[in-house]
């Protein structure tokens, strides 16, 4: 290169090549040493994944079970959440929806789990505290939601949930209820969340310090979210 750049014509060609010949090298090495690509629908039938599709979660970090439909609790692939409560906890499992666990070992495979919670769900009673992710293991997680704010809501059978949609980032729901409930979603709070409740934006809750949620009022509503 120092001789080319004082005006040699041979040393200039030479470092040419020598710039085309490096990466070609290092190509042709590569498709020696591994093996040819595999179409993407070959390598997702090759994953071991659970025996079902269900609207449960699958916690694991194997993020192809994305691209057979699964949904991960470890989040988007490439974006892994920022926790609180432990995904392997009980109450980690159970918030999450969990309904197959990854198990560790070559044979890489699933173990069912039974107390998943759905994945919309109401409740009547909201517990304010200051650490809403702390002490879950005591909290009865199927009637109760532990948030920061105070929330009044009224007693009474928890109500309703119609999934009118549900994609990534966006959410329409209709809940039916005989009081003020908290709409309690296994889904990451995220200050990017809205909100609306026919048609009217509505405070944007994290119940257990990191699941959306909201407050909708009695009797019939459509429950809008967005990312």
Known sequence: VVVAARGSRAAFV????LGIADPAAYGLTYMWRYPPAKPLAEVVAGEPAPPSVSDGRVE????????SGHRLTRGYVGL???????????????????????????ERSFASFE?????????????????PWAGLDEVDLARIAT???????????SGEVTVLED?????RLRTAADGRRLLVVSERWDPGWR?????????????YGEWLACEVPPGEHEVHLLF
């Not at 107390?115 to 650490?131: D, Q, T, W």
């Open 60 to 67: 694991s970090s194997r993020t192809l079970l994305t691209l």
């Open 167 to 171: 994609r990534p980032g966006e959410m």
């Open 195 to 207: 909100v609306e409740v026919d048609g009217r934006p509505t405070r944007v809750l994290a119940a």
């Open 147 to 157: 948030v920061r704010e105070t929330v009044a809501l009224d007693p009474g059978p």
């Open 14 to 17: 030479a470092a040419v090549l």
């Open 115 to 131: 107390g998943g919670l759905p994945r919309f769900r109401l409740v009547a009673e909201a517990v304010r505290s200051e650490a």
């Open 80 to 106: 892994p959440p920022e926790t609180k409560v432990s995904p392997r906890s009980e109450a980690g499992l159970r918030l999450a929806g969990v309904d197959w666990i990854a198990e560790d070992g070559p």
